[in-house]
């Protein structure tokens, strides 16, 4: 990726202003107040500046935001839009903008996750039964603990009020944060379930621009309720 040289000087003749005028994020209405510079929390990293990204958008130049690392510090928190006096969509942009990356050159483990959940429903490409061995380990230890004696992961319940999607890193690195899920739903008498396939819970391709395989995750989880026949959906990423 590179980084935006935010000093140079732009010859306006070779730019297409047109060139994303059909996007529904009304770049064109910037009046250049810096309002969404000010609320961003990670303005200045690497010279990154929202109304900088929202004028080259508005003036087209394509090569420029499609290989810079700009889109990728945003954090989709939202902030600037709310305070956008123009009410330009700016993290709408960000991920069409992100969608114009060449899948391979997506940074980081973002694409080979996501490549890695089509072809088996998470992200690890974890097995159903090594899945469900560590959901059954870590509840086996929760029960270990004094209140919750006797507790069991209801995987797969069927008729459970509450669906929960889990996040890859919680069977991996981070099994302690299952336990916290887990105690609370047990301390409010919760009925609830995981599903033993399909339960990743992470939205790599709404945060890489790909609304294709996003779609693809969405309708996962709705097969999931709808085979559980499980009415209400807790996806906390
Ligand atoms: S807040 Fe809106 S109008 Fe102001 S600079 Fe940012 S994008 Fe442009
Ligand atoms: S959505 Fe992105 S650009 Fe807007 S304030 Fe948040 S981090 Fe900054």
Redesign the pocket.
């Known amino acids: 990726m590179t980084d935006i040289d935010t000093h140079q000087t732009t010859d306006l003749n070779g730019l297409d202003p047109g060139r994303f005028r059909d996007w529904s994020c009304d770049q064109d209405?910037?009046?250049?107040?810096?309002?969404?510079?000010s609320a961003c929390p990670v303005s200045g990293i690497d010279d990154f500046d929202?109304?900088k990204l929202?004028r080259m958008t508005a003036l087209g130049m394509e090569d420029e935001i499609v290989e810079a690392r700009w889109p990728w510090i945003c954090t989709m928190c939202g902030k600037?839009e709310n305070?956008?006096?123009?009410d330009?969509h700016?993290p709408a942009m960000v991920r069409r903008i992100r969608g114009l990356r060449d899948r391979d050159a997506v940074p980081g483990i973002l694409h080979k996750g996501l490549e890695a959940a089509m072809q088996s429903g998470n992200n690890l490409g974890l097995p159903r039964e090594d899945f469900v061995f560590i959901l059954e380990d870590v509840a086996e230890e929760v029960a270990e603990e004094p209140g919750f004696e006797g507790f069991k992961v209801p995987i797969d319940k069927k008729g459970a009020n509450l669906l929960t999607t889990i996040h890859n890193k919680l069977v991996n690195t981070h099994t302690e944060d299952l336990k916290h899920w887990w105690k609370i739903f047990h301390a409010a008498g919760e009925d609830w379930t995981v599903s033993s396939v399909n339960w990743e819970g992470t939205n790599w391709g709404y945060f890489t621009g790909d609304d294709e395989r996003m779609k693809v995750m969405v309708d996962r989880i709705v097969e999931q309720m709808e085979r559980l026949e499980v009415k209400n959906l807790m996806w906390p990423e």
Do not use: E, G, H, Y
């Open positions: 209405f910037c009046v250049t107040c810096a309002l969404c510079s929202p109304r929202v600037c305070l956008c006096p123009m330009i700016i």
